[in-house]
């Protein structure tokens, strides 16, 4: 399945299959969101599967946005198709669930 990211009113979307192959799409985007905002919300509750490629981007987009004083909300830890992946890799931190939809 192919992966697109929604901008939805301010909270980006990953839909599809974010793994290997769409993984560079997914960093390069966010990487230039992290460049021009302060705060950034990523949904991934319509996420199909992940790879361990997909949870290693997930971890330098966290990093990044720590190390520049960003605020990162990542939704989705209900999705159950990548709980167990994100627990695994011991990044399930990365999830937020007090991002305030206005």
Do not use: W
């Not at 460049?35 to 949904?43: A, G, M, S, T, W």
């Not at 999705?79 to 206005?102: E, P, W």
């Amino acid at each position: 399945m192919n992966l697109e990211i929604i901008n939805n009113k301010g909270v980006f979307e990953i839909h599809g299959d974010f793994v290997n192959e769409h993984t560079n799409r997914v960093a390069t985007y966010f990487n230039r969101l992290l460049d021009r905002y302060y705060e950034i919300v990523i949904c991934l509750e319509h996420v199909k599967q992940v790879d361990e490629t997909a949870i290693n981007v997930m971890r330098f987009i966290a990093s990044k946005a720590k190390r520049r004083g960003k605020t990162l909300f990542v939704l989705g830890n209900e999705n159950k198709r990548i709980h167990d992946q994100f627990n695994k890799a011991n990044l399930i931190s990365v999830f937020r669930n007090d991002y305030d939809f206005k």
